[in-house]
């Protein structure tokens, strides 16, 4: 079986449409194959589900301290904010400011999760 590119995009989309919150990296995925076959404009129309989304996970990082302590999913956010600010310019004040809050509040969450005694997570 011959490998199919055209299938990658058709497999992201399905990911993130049927999983987006199960990982921050399957919307980051569906957004650079987008991109990356030259369909940003579809991206584009579905603007509000991306920043709906984009927006759960940013409450999840500020409410669930296991969010940040047991994934890679923070830095994934990182990521993915980057990607947003430069396909939606009209929002992108508003992506860098909240992206640089999660990290803020993270890096908290962090510094307190190494100060304790090993053995201790919570």
Not at 53 to 62: I, N, V
């Amino acid at each position: 079986m011959m490998f199919d590119p055209s299938g990658s995009l058709t497999a992201a989309e399905e990911a993130f449409l049927l999983g987006r919150y199960n990982d921050v990296s399957i919307m980051t995925d569906y957004l650079v194959a987008s991109m990356n076959k030259g369909q940003s404009d579809k991206i584009t129309k579905m603007h509000d589900l991306v920043l709906q989304t984009y927006e759960e996970f940013r409450k999840a990082f500020l409410a669930n301290t296991h969010f940040i302590a047991l994934s890679s999913n923070l830095e994934e956010f990182d990521t993915l904010s980057k990607y947003l600010e430069r396909l939606y310019p009209a929002d992108a004040g508003r992506i860098k400011s909240e992206d640089a809050a999660v990290l803020a509040h993270a890096k908290q969450v962090r510094d307190v999760f190494s100060a304790r005694t090993p053995g201790f997570l919570w």
